[in-house]
């Protein structure tokens, strides 16, 4: 081989190398361009667990999945929990002491509680599973009202 066909030779090398460089470096250039100009917001966000915190860092609300489907839960300021949300059961608490004073359960079961001492206030129901009934306590816990709700 000649001095000029080795000098081709390694040029024709030399600009596939270039070639291949040059490609390289357009499509990492195509690819940041492409996530600069992207708002960042990603349209799925998976875990098992997700908490929001207040200005303070403390817990404001947590979302949390598990076999038994998924739940809601809201704190206040002092973190204690005053709402719960999970498939078939509704809870609402008194945040100063924890007490519960509203229900709502899977098969039609509502409570509603005294905040101040946790003693019932007022249920309804259905007691045999066909007929709704109505029940409405005094605070030293008899009953005021109770009876089948009306037809």
């Known amino acids: 081989m000649s001095h000029l066909e080795d000098r081709i030779s390694k040029l024709e090398v030399s600009m596939v190398r270039w070639r291949r460089a040059a490609i390289g470096l357009g499509l990492?250039?195509?690819?940041?361009?492409?996530?600069?100009?992207?708002?960042?917001?990603?349209?799925?966000?998976?875990?098992?667990?997700?908490?929001?915190?207040?200005?303070?860092?403390?817990?404001?609300?947590?979302?949390?999945?598990g076999s038994y489907g998924g739940s809601l839960e809201l704190y206040n300021e002092d973190e204690k929990r005053v709402f719960s949300l999970t498939p078939g059961y509704l809870q609402m608490m008194n945040g100063k002491n924890a007490k519960t004073i509203f229900t709502i359960e899977q098969h039609g079961l509502m409570n509603l509680t005294s905040s101040k001492d946790g003693n019932p206030i007022l249920q309804a129901g259905r007691s045999d599973g066909k007929y709704g009934y109505i029940q409405i306590q005094n605070a030293d816990g008899s009953n005021t009202m109770y009876g089948p709700a009306w037809r």
């Open 28 to 65: 990492i250039g195509v690819a940041a361009l492409t996530m600069a100009a992207s708002d960042g917001v990603q349209n799925v966000i998976q875990a098992k667990r997700i908490l929001v915190l207040n200005d303070e860092g403390k817990v404001a609300m947590q979302l949390t999945g």
